[in-house]
């Protein structure tokens, strides 16, 4: 059975940081390009970070880039998103995802950025 689990969300405050781990499991993870997308509320799910199976290749939306920081751990079958300086345009809920020959998706967990 196919499972992606996303963690570490909350509500924190302008300028924090929050770390986001997924756990995978039920397919070949080290095999998959891993994906965070984002989708705020009246939004459109929009993606936020990507890294490639292979040399760990990674690519950032721009309103991202330089303050995220997609990782991958292949022994843990974990991906994670590093977020740091985040804004109330941050707030959204985070899902991971895993594509490959098919496309996997996790629950999704908020994150609220607010004073």
């Known amino acids: 059975q196919v499972q992606l689990v996303e963690s570490g969300g909350g509500w924190v405050q302008p300028g924090a940081s929050l770390r986001l781990s997924c756990a995978a499991s039920g397919f070949i993870f080290s095999r998959y390009a891993l994906s965070w997308y984002r989708q705020a509320p009246g939004k459109e799910r929009e993606l936020v970070a990507s890294?490639?199976?292979?040399?760990?290749?990674?690519r950032y939306a721009d309103s991202v880039k330089g303050r995220f920081t997609i990782s991958r751990d292949n022994a843990k079958n974990t991906v994670y998103l590093q977020m740091n300086s985040l804004t109330p345009e941050d707030t959204a809920v985070y899902y991971c995802s895993a594509q490959w020959y098919s496309n996997y998706w996790g629950q999704g967990t908020q994150v609220t950025v607010s004073s």
């Open positions: 890294i490639t199976s292979t040399l760990d290749i990674t």
